[in-house]
């Protein structure tokens, strides 16, 4: 992998949040990165710390929460080590993130039509409000948007959760990003309406060369659009690779377990469902060793104490876990 | 197996905010069957109105027409719920909302035979929450918990130990593990088999996730805009579903196989970005691009079109 | 539950001025048991500076304060308590009544409510003392109707926002009657909001309590109460200014008391209820 192609770098990254009941570790190492015109999809359940790594990305975190380590290289810059002002000017322009529940996420006594040009002229007050609504009308009709002109007038609430979603991504694409972060964009639509904004997304990687970060909890939206995928569990990211590797030749317990607990449509029911044995973990107390020992089958001494190193599985190929060898997969 | 349930011509209309417009049919002239020991799977996307029907299957909404017939007995002639309630019950979707936050796990899943004083006896009560907590697979320490110190999971169990304590013969599933992670999910599918097989429960499997769907069900139905528009056994759908609805359904839902899913967008069924549902006609006649004038005037019925293989439209 | 005490416990504001509103209540009620004199007592120094025989002087008929201060307290804070409570009891009732059942039941309930609050509940007092007969306390029964409508409102809305619950609706389906619903999970899920209010209601109550003494409606002489002291040691401010300030002190601090502890009981919830 030539080191031109990669414009996003995550090494290490640690962060926790102060609550009263504790300090929660939600995120104790997370390594990953997103090529040029590539997607990379961070999967796992609720509680492995895929948001809050894409918002601590964006120094999007709440007051409570800190960075601890890690480093963020977008384009040569520490993201992690930036202030809130060159943030600041990095958000929407070159980064930009879209949200699960679009028709929260727009303000509801705005127009479409000022929401868009005020995202436009915030980042360059020297468009014209003419040349920002053209603009404007031009990017919703790349989102496919049927009417653009008609949309520019509505409001939030008379548009459906797919049609506010196409607006989002289209108020994040309008200042030419190079990276979309997209935290769980299809989670809260209708499979029929998620088929379309993937598509969209596709659509995008494949003629505008955009970079995407992908977040989400389903395995079928990183088959089909993810090219390199990164799961986490417990705030560790488990296992990092190519999609093909991930769901042909997973090597993580985690992965294996996950991909077979997976309903799929042809499953006519006569077997049980495999189904991961226990229960979540407490992100406040965690475990010394491996944070999936608990529930995991191949499960030795050494998980439960000494904490996994990265073992390198080769082209990219990056498993967290005591039973794999060099070279080869943990065998169940 | 005989017929526990039979649903008639049931209709559930709202009335709309803005004044003028007709009210709203939720369900709209659904008739179905359900037999001992079946799951019929109910599959729709939102807005289509299977949540509604369950709640009014068992009269939680009150339906505006039609027959629910349960072992004969149509329900919707009866004044007073109270006695066939224990015979139907509901779980509902979120798990942490459908838990009285204020109460203990054990006044939660005892609920049900304290209101109808089924055990009237205190240690009588405290052993049918412990088998019960054992049937669900909870351990018995979690007896004095709040829902709030439980996971999702966990919290999903209460709610089906709740439902069994009064001797169910039919549940309701709405939406059960939806709100649920995947390593969850196929835990509470599974549990729901078994209870299934060991109390020979029938439960109407209300999901918008097909693959879950088709997994627990025999014999799934296809709902749009409050209306059944295709009904056959589940793996019969999966692989030869006629409607157009149904098909585009199918290909939306993203396989976990990169080889499998990589096509370029195009060819569907029909178009999504759609408007309201037409009132007069199919309601699927706005976004099919197969429609015709036949189908805009006038609503298509469920005709059998194989073998226990139904579907309500004019160009199959 | 278990969360709440806990975090109440963990509030130290809280906690002292729950501690500070018990050793009032202990004192007022403790204190003329084992005094040496009655509040009604007359002896022969009037207007005596503290001493070791009088801890808090005389007042101007030589009656000794302390004593009246006491006994006051006791007059005014079982007034502050009771009218606190009744509102309670009945605001919450008629609360869950609208919130549960809705229809015209609510409307008809809630537009008298608000016919009820628009009238001054120091009028309202003033008014029922005059009807029922003067000076026997019956002033206490209008400043507890005049604080029903917060109850009302703040019990029905809650109670409108429960029933909406998924719980709810699984009690139905379980076959529980309305009563029976209510009573099981209404009202333990309205109850901690009721007791936010019931110390505002209380703190109000006194409020009026006091001002009706002041201004001399209410409770009769010799029977002292904190307004009514305060009204008899202003004019002497200049001399015995102690005469004016401890009851004055007295008021202000279990008000005082009693918003923070409703603030300790609105926070012990809030922490049990939200989650990281």
Known sequence: MNGQDILLDVTGLRLSFRTPRGTVQAVSNASFQVLRGEVTGIVGESGSGKSVTACALLGLLARNGTVEAGTALFDGRDLLALGEKDLRKLRGSEISMIFQDPMTALDPVFTIGSFLTEVLRSHDPAVSRREAWSRSVQMLAGMGIRDPEDVMHCYPDSLSGGMCQRVMIAAALLCGPKLLIADEPTTALDVTIQEEILSLLQQLKEENGMSILFITHDFGVVARLCDRVAVMYGGFVMEYGSVEQIFYDAAHPYTQALLRAIPRPEDDGAEPMAALQGDPIDLIHLPEGCVFAPRCSLCCEDCLHIRPAAADLGSGHVAVCHRIREGGAAHV | MSELLSVEHLVKTFPTKRRGNPPVAAVNDVSFTVEEGETLGLVGESGCGKTTLGRSVLRLTEPDSGRILYRGDDLMKMRDMRQIRQKLQIVFQNPSGSLDPRMHVRDTISEGPRIHRMNISK???????????????????????????????????????????????????????????????????????????????????????????????????????????????????????????????????????????????????????AGQPSQTGCPFAGRCRRAEAACRSEVPSLRELAPGHFAACFLV | MKHNRRSFFRNPIAITALLILVAIILFCFIYPLISSFEYWQITGDRLQPPSPEHPLGTDKLGRDFMTRIAFGGRITLSVAFFSGLIAAVVGTAIGILCGYVGGSTDSVVM????????????????????????????????????????FARLVRSATLQISGSAYIESSRALGARPLCVIREHVVRNVLPLAAIQVTTSMADALTICTILGYIGVGINPPTPEWGALFDSGKELLRTSSHLAIIPAAAIILCIICLYLLGNGIRDSLSSSGGDV
């Open chain 2, 123 to 273: 240690q009588e009560v405290r052993e049918l929450v412990d088998r019960l907590m054992h049937e669900v697979g909870l351990g018995s320490e979690y007896a004095g918990c709040y829902p709030s110190e439980l996971s999702g999971g966990q919290q999903q169990r209460v709610s089906i130990a709740r439902a069994l304590a009064v001797d169910p013969e039919f549940i309701v599933c709405d939406e059960v593990v939806s709100a649920l992670d995947l390593s969850y999910q196929s835990q509470i599918i599974n549990l729901l088999e078994r209870l299934q097989a060991e109390r020979k429960l029938s439960y109407l499997f209300i999901s918008h996730d097909l693959a879950v769907v088709r997994h627990i069900s025999r014999r799934i139905a296809v709902m749009y805009s409050g209306r059944f528009v295709e009904v056959a056994d589940a793996g019969e759908l999966i692989s030869h579903a006629v409607h157009p609805y149904t098909r585009m359904l199918l290909r939306s839902v993203p396989v976990p196989d990169p080889r499998i899913c990589r096509r370029t967008a195009g060819d569907s069924e029909g178009s999504t970005s």
């Open chain 3, 111 to 150: 537009r008298l409510i608000d016919a009820l609050s628009s009238v001054p509940s120091l009028l309202l007092a003033i008014v029922l003392d005059y009807m029922l007969g003067m000076g026997r306390g019956y002033f206490l029964y209008g400043i507890a109707i005049a604080g029903i409508p917060p």
